[in-house]
């Protein structure tokens, strides 16, 4: 079993920046790909980034490429998701992932670990 927990949410104004952080605890963190979500109001989860259980591969939703990074330290067990240039429709519930398959998953199904998510406000 592993538990995640996000921090780092918050309000923020449009083209601001925001750090999100997930720690993780119960299994090796190295042994998994992670993944970070997120879900708007009225709208389904969708995938944001993810990343390999090394660290060398990373995949983003078109969406935010070119603005968002995700990383990984592996002695810390935590994932991290900077977020730049932030818009007013990167509002949303962001969650961090565990998956449960090889290489970076983009679909919900094939994680099988959650945080209990952290509110990204944009203002603009």
């Known amino acids: 079993q592993v538990q995640l927990v996000e921090s780092g949410g918050g309000l923020v104004q449009a083209g601001g920046s925001l750090r999100l952080s997930c720690a993780t605890s119960g299994r090796p963190f190295s042994d998994y790909s992670m993944g970070w979500f997120r879900q708007a109001p009225g709208k389904e989860r969708e995938f944001v980034a993810g990343?390999?259980?090394?660290?060398?591969?990373?995949f983003y939703a078109d969406s935010v490429k070119g603005r968002f990074t995700i990383s990984r330290d592996n002695a810390e067990n935590t994932v991290y998701l900077q977020m730049n240039s932030l818009k007013p429709e990167d509002t949303a519930v962001y969650y961090c992932?565990?998956?449960?398959?090889?290489?970076?998953?983009?679909?919900?199904?094939?994680?099988?670990?959650w945080g209990q998510g952290t509110q990204v406000t944009v203002s603009s």
């Open positions: 992932a565990k998956a449960r398959a090889p290489g970076i998953p983009v679909l919900t199904t094939l994680y099988d670990s």
């Open positions: 990343i390999s259980r090394g660290g060398g591969s990373t």
